[in-house]
């Protein structure tokens, strides 16, 4: 590590649980994760969060849909600011199931997709675990 | 899915392996991804592309290290506009390992970590699929 490079890094900071569920209360977009035999994927959907858990709705009949209907998975988001070269990042690791109809929040809170492609497919991810970090500069 | 929804979604386009890489050229930051047995771990890292690699500097004998040292792994870049619903993200899925010094680029085109801890442990994955989508609105 050079010189240069030392002044300008960023204190890495932990983040406290009810810090890392106001930061995913703030977002739209997160990236849900699995893992296949080749390892992990990555894929950015709409969610909410309801009752502790991240809700998203995937295409049915979908190679997501078959692994996120029951099996371990996380989500993951983040803000990046690329100008002051800070940040945050939540990770949740947890299981992904089909979520109910009783599960789901009434139709206005509910995932709201983006993208075409009748992704009608509800998925909740119930948390094992919350971390997050934040970068600050002194 | 209700009418309003239907008129507001975005059409998903595949992007080409050589879209992707320029769009992986255009971020500093990105998400590398590893299994362990309780499922996969998503975690921000600052990156950089250099022949056809993409490489990146963690904490040595931490468990990131550990991971990355020889196995499967993916790296996802995204970029997301919450003003016009759209966006694009691209996912290299690969092997990642100790990136040997003969493998890094001159020193001012190396990854710089933004994060303090002495993240001094180079890491290449080196592709076998890189794909990606781009939301498209009408």
């Known amino acids: ?13 932990e983040l406290e649980e009810a ?12 990236r849900v994760a699995y893992s ?20 998203f709705r995937v295409q049915p009949r979908s190679r997501l849909a078959d692994r996120l209907r029951d099996g371990a998975a996380s989500f993951q988001v983040d803000h990046v600011d690329d100008a002051t070269r800070t940040g945050w990042s939540v990770l949740v690791r947890g299981h992904a199931a089909h979520a109910e109809r009783w599960e789901m929040p009434p139709a206005e809170d509910r995932p709201t997709p983006w993208a075409e492609g009748g992704r009608n497919f509800p998925v909740r991810l119930s948390p094992h ?8 500069r002194p």
Chains 1, 2 share one sequence.
């Open 1 to 13: 590590m050079s010189g240069d490079e030392a002044e300008t890094l960023a204190r890495v900071e």
């Open 36 to 55: 296949d035999p080749e390892g992990p994927v990555v894929i950015p959907v709409n969610y909410v969060l309801h009752e502790g858990m991240v809700l």
């Open 129 to 136: 675990s919350i971390t997050g970090i934040r970068l600050v």
């Open 19 to 30: 810090q890392c569920l106001e930061l995913l209360g703030t977002r739209n977009v997160g």
